[in-house]
């Protein structure tokens, strides 16, 4: 069990560190400092707290759902799909300046997100639970780019 944590928090902070490979000089850009921004966007510490929660999270969740799950191909499938939005987002954000892309990227990981939930609750139960900091994340940080597209 500890092997397979360990691996996926290999895994999900690789993804934190090729976003924040976009993100770094983003957040302090004269593009995204001039951004109109929702007035519930939280300080910039939250974000990096909420992530690094949130991926110690997830990476339990699946080490637990991993020998559950009879179709190991669909959740690698589907958690590789996860990566790539999350770690999209990031270029589609803040370096190509694509609010309705990023909208659509976030949207799509918000929906996934969900989509796993539901489809593997029947496997791990209350394990699953460890995914509501991720949803409830992931809706906050959609009304914040909803907010940014439709403002800018």
């Given at each position: 069990?500890?092997l ?74 589907l958690?590789?799909?996860q ?70």
């Open positions: 069990m500890l397979r944590i360990l691996i996926f928090l290999i895994l999900n902070f690789a993804a934190l560190g090729v976003g924040g490979l976009f993100t770094s000089s983003g957040v302090t850009s004269e593009w995204y400092t001039n951004l109109n921004k929702a007035p519930w966007t939280p300080p910039g510490w939250v974000f990096g707290f909420a992530w690094t929660t949130i991926m110690i999270g997830f990476s339990i969740y699946l080490a637990y759902l991993w020998p559950q799950t009879e179709n190991k191909s669909l959740l690698l499938m958690f590789a799909l990566w790539v939005l999350n770690t999209g987002w990031n270029p589609v954000f803040f370096y190509f300046h694509q609010l309705l892309a990023g909208l659509v990227i976030i949207v799509l990981l918000t929906l996934l997100v969900g989509y796993l939930f539901f489809l593997f609750w029947p496997s791990v139960k209350w394990i699953s639970l460890l995914l509501l900091p991720y949803i409830i994340w992931l809706c906050i940080a959609t009304s914040l780019n909803g907010y940014a597209y439709l403002k800018n």
